[in-house]
């Protein structure tokens, strides 16, 4: 009787440890929608209270990062919310910005404290030709289509936005399609903050926009396998050329002074290693 006591309770236990797993995972798929939601209609305020306080928290965006709390809200309430909607915090009549999140992977570290998101997202972007005389962008509409590599930390018991990592990897005009569109089509910043009082704390060597089609890393080492991709086969080279003379590979590396505390250890759940060892942040 002892030890079928002593099993079960071993059982409750484990049982215990993969409900609150799965439970995490739901609440970042859930952050993560509800940060897309927000960001459809321009409600900036209310996406910049959802990023963590840590100091480690950033944006990765268009070849360039947001530091802090102070450089995410540089980049959410001065770039975007000046351009899109004038500085107010919610939509402008006329303009659409809807963002479909899908294709969602989450991995929440074994201390329930850590997780990472790999999803995909698709846009459409534009202004109703009523809008043409008032809103800065004219007469437009595009598509867009991006992924996202981001990490999450539970704070105080909430799930929030830590480092959050964007690569919209294509775009096209609406009447024309994704073979027509201008290189460069979002123009890289140049500039960092203060010169620029909307700018990035720091350029980064590690810009992509279509043609461009490298892989953005993958967080997670492949499901049968166990192993990662290698780095040449995450560039793109032109057909028939050398993977070694292409662009080298994109890369999920912190900004200078940050680090993984638990770099190196390795951690699974049911047989399986859910995040690359260099990537885990939990001992």
């Known amino acids: 009787m002892d030890a079928d006591i002593a099993e079960l309770k071993k059982e409750v236990s484990l049982l215990r440890k993969e409900l609150s797993r799965v439970s995490d995972e739901a609440e970042v798929r859930k952050v993560h929608f ?3 939601y927000y960001l459809d209609k321009c409600l900036y305020n209310e996406v910049v209270d959802m990023y963590a306080d840590h100091p480690d928290a950033y944006v990765e965006f268009l070849g360039s990062r947001y530091r802090g709390k102070a450089g995410i809200k540089r980049l959410y309430n001065g770039r975007f919310q000046s351009t899109f909607v004038k500085g107010r915090n919610g939509p402008v009549h006329g303009f659409l910005l809807d963002h479909i999140m899908m294709q969602d992977i989450v ?5 329930g404290t850590h997780a990472w998101c790999r999803m ?3 846009m459409q972007a534009g202004t109703h030709k009523s809008v043409r005389e008032t809103h800065p962008r004219g007469h437009v509409q595009w598509w867009e289509g991006g992924l996202y590599e981001n990490e999450y930390l539970k704070e105080n018991g909430v799930w929030k936005l830590f480092r959050y990592r964007y690569f919209p990897f294509w775009h096209a005009e609406f009447e ?8 460069n089509y979002v123009p890289w910043p140049t500039k960092t903050y203060p010169e620029d009082p909307w700018g990035p704390d720091e350029i980064i060597e590690q810009k992509m926009l279509w043609p461009d089609t490298r892989v953005v890393p993958f967080h997670y080492p492949h499901p049968v396998t166990g192993k990662r991709v290698d780095d040449d086969d995450l560039r793109a080279p032109n057909y028939g050329q050398d993977a070694a003379e292409a662009e080298p590979p994109l890369s999920l590396s912190l900004p200078e002074g940050q680090e993984r505390q638990g770099e190196g250890n390795t951690w699974s759940n049911e047989g399986s290693i859910r995040v690359l060892p260099e990537l885990v942040e939990n001992p």
């Open 34 to 36: 509800k940060y897309g």
């Open 107 to 111: 991995d929440v570290d074994p201390s």
């Open 120 to 122: 995909r997202a698709l």
């Open 176 to 183: 024309t399609g994704w073979s027509l569109t201008k290189e």
